[in-house]
């Protein structure tokens, strides 16, 4: 298995403009979770979906962020619009089972530079 | 107070050495426990789990102690390729709920 997808790796954008973050999950696997990690703050869970629900969104900052799960083999990550703040590596992770918190598999993250 | 704590570190050890770190949890019904290691610009991936009676993969020792409220990751004959950072995860008692510990950071040395 080709492990979790993300795309793009790396991304620089201005303020203000929209970005959009791809994740593709492990095929099979039923959860997916997006997070955020920066020095200061550590990593963040923004959002998890279950069988491509919303299940707890608590972690997303603000509106500017939205997440999509249109099928099981692709989500995505907005923000709009972009600021500096929101500089970060956002990393998406996907798992299996009823202990779906428990083996997550990570996918190696976007890096987002926002000017 | 934060779910989670741990001590950044750097924990700097020359190889050979043994290593401990804990991580405290708030929350006394906490279910879950577990260690993930994450590289340098890399992911994070999981480590090992961490049992009530606690468990060991190889060099790895993990440990749980609920009166305490902490959880211990033990590493014996530390190897270079141990640099990392380690991070723990606790659920919560109903599993709808885990956190991220802001990681531990190793450095074995030659």
């Known amino acids: 298995d080709a492990g979790v997808i993300q795309s793009p790796r790396h991304e620089v954008t201005e303020m203000g403009q929209e970005v959009t973050l791809r994740c593709k999950p492990i095929?099979?696997?039923?959860?997916l979770f997006w997070y955020r990690q920066t020095m200061m703050r550590g990593l963040e869970l923004l959002i998890y979906?279950?069988?491509?629900?919303?299940?707890?969104d608590s972690g997303m900052p603000e509106d500017r962020f939205s997440a999509k799960m249109p099928n099981a083999s692709f989500s995505t990550l907005k923000i709009q619009p972009s600021e500096p703040r929101d500089s970060a590596v956002y990393f998406c992770?996907?798992?299996?089972?009823?202990?779906?918190?428990?083996?997550?598999?990570f996918g190696p993250g976007t890096r987002l530079t926002v000017t | 107070r934060k779910e989670v704590e741990q001590d950044p570190g750097p924990f700097n050890v020359p190889e050979g050495a043994t290593v401990a770190f804990n991580c405290t949890y708030s929350?006394?019904?906490?279910?879950?426990f577990f260690w993930y290691r994450q590289d340098c610009r890399k992911e994070p991936k999981l480590l090992m789990s961490v049992y009530s009676s606690g468990n060991e993969d190889g060099r790895f020792t993990a440990q749980l102690n609920r009166a305490s409220q902490y959880i211990s990751l033990l590493i014996r004959d530390s190897k270079l390729s141990d640099s990392a950072t380690y991070l723990c995860?606790?659920?919560?008692?109903?599993?709808?709920?885990?956190?991220f510990g802001s990681g531990t950071k190793l450095n074995v040395k030659p």
């Open positions: 929350n006394s019904a906490s279910q879950s």
């Open positions: 979906f279950n069988n491509n629900v919303p299940i707890d």
């Open positions: 992770a996907s798992s299996f089972g009823t202990s779906g918190f428990t083996n997550q598999y």
């Open positions: 095929s099979g696997h039923d959860y």
């Open positions: 995860v606790v659920t919560s008692h109903n599993f709808n709920k885990f956190y």
